[in-house]
Nanobody, 126 residues
Framework: QVRLVESGGGSVQTGGSLRLSCALS????????IGWFRQVPGKEREGLAAVDNRGRTTYRDSVKGRFTISQDSPKLTVFLQMNNLKPEDSALYYC????????????????????WGQGTQVSVSS
């Protein structure tokens, strides 16, 4: 059974940093596109960053330069380092994986992921 478990969320002030983790289990690591998404109640889910099994990354324009996605393959874990956080970054953050060896252009906007985590809350105060 594939499981994704997010952690690392919390409350910070504007300009602060958080590092989110997404730990996978029950998944074959050699073929994946893993991404981070966020959602605020009443708004559409946003794709933020993704990494494939070759280490290639892609980002949403609005988080480029502030967010960095990385992976620790031996630990089956993907990270999202978030710097210079703003109140508008407050949301429930999810990780998700598509069983594919690259991240397609639609990964952020289409429901392509095969598995999702339960999310971790991030709150940024002004």
């Amino acid at each position: 059974q594939v499981r994704l478990v997010e952690s690392g969320g919390g409350s910070v002030q504007t300009g602060g940093s958080l590092r989110l983790s997404c730990a996978l289990s029950g998944y074959t690591w050699n073929k994946h596109c893993i991404g981070w998404f966020r959602q605020v109640p009443g708004k559409e889910r946003e794709g933020l960053a993704a990494v494939d099994n070759r280490g290639r990354t892609t980002y949403r324009d609005s988080v480029k330069g502030r967010f960095t996605i990385s992976q620790d393959s031996p630990k089956l874990t993907v990270f999202l380092q978030m710097n210079n956080l703003k109140p508008e970054d407050s949301a429930l953050y999810y990780c998700a994986v598509e069983t594919k060896d690259y991240c397609s252009s639609g990964f952020f906007w289409q429901n392509l992921a095969d598995y999702w985590g339960q999310g971790t809350q991030v709150s940024v105060s002004s």
